[in-house]
């Protein structure tokens, strides 16, 4: 097995006039300097420039050593995370999606604080799927298409969903209890849908093919008939034509759920 090189090293800018670090890299060899030499117009070389202006010089330190490429993005990343928008780094770095948000510690996150999400679900009524068949017999569903199935064969057991109906509202709140199957694989109570009186029967279309609908099992915790669906006009109340969404950077739909469904989320989630 090849040795792994760890030649690598992490480094810092930092302004002499306030001592303030205002970029972090990774590299090898002389890499550190190379950002001296940089005339392009992004912030960092602004940085530099208003710097030698000021007739001085960045200081530039080496913080970890002997690293290999994988070990330095991560450190990178880490520091470009710690301090945020005080640096001139244009992205974020490798690994962002492993990092929390930035000034979210006020809030209770999915897949930080929590082991599952909080999830916002188009229900998509029409010819192959309705409300009352979901909500009666516990599910949410989506196919003729992979873009549609896709994205609701995401859904993991114990993630929280909220189901929304266009032109109504939302209509239900409910815990993820099984993976979205192929129809004619779904049961409840042990029988297929097609043993239940079923309002739309067009939902066994295409079921032995990748158009499929995939139904995934629902245990609702709150839900309501169409015509009492909750809603406010012209409030920002989060609404989209996705399949499903992250309801995790939506406080203040989030707020008008709770209220209007009696629930907290918190208490719904499950704790990693």
């Keep these: 097995m090849t040795d792994l090189k760890t030649d690598y090293y992490v480094y810092v800018y930092i302004d002499p006039r306030n001592f303030e670090e205002f970029y972090f890299g990774k590299g090898t060899g002389s890499r550190k300097k190379a950002h001296l030499t940089d005339d392009s117009d992004t912030e960092k070389s602004k940085r530099i420039k208003a710097i030698r202006a000021a007739g001085m010089e960045p200081v530039i330190k080496v913080i970890a050593k002997d690293l290999t490429e994988h070990e330095a993005f991560l450190i990178e990343k880490t520091l470009i995370w710690k301090l ?57 569903s989506a196919g003729q298409h992979r873009k549609f199935s896709d994205p609701i064969r995401t859904l993991e057991p114990g993630d929280i969903v909220v189901a929304f109906l266009k032109s109504y509202g939302y209509v239900g709140i409910g815990r993820v209890i099984e993976k979205a199957v192929r129809v004619n694989d779904f049961q409840v109570n042990g029988k297929s849908l097609k043993h239940y009186p079923i309002k739309i029967t067009d939902i066994f279309e295409n079921y032995d093919n990748d158009k499929s609908e995939y139904p995934v099992k629902i245990e609702w915790i709150k839900s309501v008939d169409s015509k009492q669906a909750k809603w406010k006009q012209k409030s920002g109340l989060f609404a989209s034509q996705l399949i499903k969404a992250s309801l995790q950077g939506q406080p203040k739909t989030i707020e008008f759920l709770e209220k209007e469904f009696d629930v907290q989320f918190r208490d719904l989630l499950l704790v990693d």
């Design 84 to 140: 945020g928008r005080t640096l001139t780094n244009i992205s974020s770095g490798h690994f962002a999606e492993k990092f929390r948000p930035h000034n979210t510690f006020h809030l209770d996150l999915s897949g930080f604080d929590f082991k599952n999400g909080l999830y916002y679900v188009n229900v998509g009524e029409g010819t192959h799927r309705c409300w009352d068949d979901c909500r009666k017999f516990g599910f949410l």
